[in-house]
């Protein structure tokens, strides 16, 4: 039993491999360079929407793949669809948007979005004392692959091609989701886990511990108003990753010190992730989203006074708040559906609340538009986003109990 234990720890590091390499659905900003010339920029976000709703309905798949299956056939099936998705577009030659639709969007967002769901529902199996923690762990690794995976990919690009760098993705992608599916485990039902350190009295709440089925999650009013919660938070960084590296330069900054603040805010991503998670396990579920909120509305906040005095310094600040906010909202979704919901369902609870990645998808879309309307700028985005991030407030401070 002890053994089964430590290797619990091996299977971690095994989860956050593997999310560093599937995180590089958030590179597309870079991955679709060599298309720039090819298609206008409204084709090309319209992709990475495709590619976010066949993400959240690959974790869809990728739970009941799992029930039924087990996570053998489910992880291998996802690194075979990513890998195809990947090395099809590395044939893309420009007649037909279509196709880059089918490859990257539907087959590497479905592969990816499979998963995701089936190396995250599992890991965490092995880690009900720690939620936070694994949880953290796991996204961050996603989080940072566009840094680490994203910058590689952009060098092949320069030195072999595009057509090289996308083969050697999918290539890679897929080898590692087939490694971790051949020695990756759910634990044994019998399995005796170190029982959760105790929450201090002044943020421990107080409910009866249950496994809640999809159907009765989705008749409590506390999910609805996380999905929309969270969701709204996540629009926040899904926007201002989506122009980063144009908010930067419109602040003055020169372009070199603006690729590096896209990097900068990816690292705050990832730091995001292990801070939410930490905070979840010290203090409980209500604290560490509610000093998640605070922390979005303050980036939102920061960056738009940044905007209106056009400050550079205080843009460094707002990307770098942007960075944990956004880092902060995966780790929030899981272990608020473990926590509330239970272990039991999680896989397929998880995966239905990931489709309010799709709506902050939508809204990172309208608020790109929103920059050339009637002159404003980066002033009308950012006002939206403070707003809706006060919104989600309220939504998060309501929710009491399952």
């Not at 495709?50 to 990728?62: D, E, S, Y």
């Not at 739970?63 to 577009?89: D, E, H, N, T």
């Amino acid at each position: 039993m002890k053994k089964s234990i430590n290797i619990r720890w091996l299977y971690l590091a095994l989860g956050v491999a593997s999310m560093l390499f599937a995180g590089i659905i958030y590179g597309w900003s870079i991955l679709k360079a060599p298309f720039a010339g090819i298609w206008d920029a409204s084709q090309l976000a319209l992709n990475f929407t495709i590619t976010m709703t066949c993400f959240c309905l690959g974790g869809f798949i990728g739970a009941k793949l799992s029930k039924r299956f087990g996570i053998l056939v489910s992880i291998i099936s996802a690194g075979v669809l990513s890998c195809a998705g990947f090395i099809l577009a590395s044939f893309l030659d420009g007649s037909s948007i279509l196709m880059l639709y089918l490859s990257y969007g539907v087959l590497a967002g479905l592969g990816i979005g499979i998963a995701y769901n089936a190396v995250i529902s599992t890991v965490n199996a092995w880690f009900p004392d720690k939620k936070g923690l694994c949880s953290g762990c796991l996204m961050m690794g996603f989080g940072a692959s566009s840094l680490v995976i994203g910058n590689l990919a952009s060098k092949i690009m320069a030195s072999q091609g595009w057509e090289s760098a996308y083969v050697m993705l999918g290539i890679a992608l897929g080898v590692v989701l087939v490694i971790t599916a051949l020695v990756l485990k759910r634990p044994d039902p019998d399995t005796v886990f170190p029982a959760p350190k105790a929450k201090k009295k002044a943020s421990a709440e107080v409910f009866e511990t249950q496994d809640y089925a999809t159907g009765e999650m989705l008749r409590r009013s506390s999910f609805w108003m996380a999905f929309v919660g969270i969701g709204l938070l996540a629009a926040v960084g899904s926007s201002v990753i989506s122009f980063a590296k144009d908010l930067s330069l419109a602040t003055g900054a020169e372009e070199s010190l603006a690729i590096t603040l896209v990097g900068v805010l990816s690292v705050c991503n990832g730091l995001g992730r292990i801070f939410t998670g930490a905070l979840f396990d010290a203090t409980g579920r209500r604290v560490t989203m509610i000093a998640s909120n605070i922390i979005t509305i303050c980036a939102a906040g920061v960056t738009l006074i940044a905007v209106v005095l056009n400050s550079l310094p205080l843009c460094i600040v707002g990307l770098c708040l942007v960075g944990m906010s956004y880092g902060s909202c995966p780790t929030v979704s899981s272990a608020f559906v473990s926590a509330f919901y239970g272990a039991k369902h999680f896989p397929t609870n998880f995966s239905i609340m990931n489709f309010n990645l799709i709506g902050s998808s939508l809204m990172a879309t309208a608020c790109s538009k929103l920059i050339n309307v009637g002159g404003a700028g980066y002033m009308a985005p950012f006002a939206l986003l403070l707003s809706l991030s006060v919104i989600a407030l309220v939504l998060n401070l309501l929710i009491k109990k399952p």
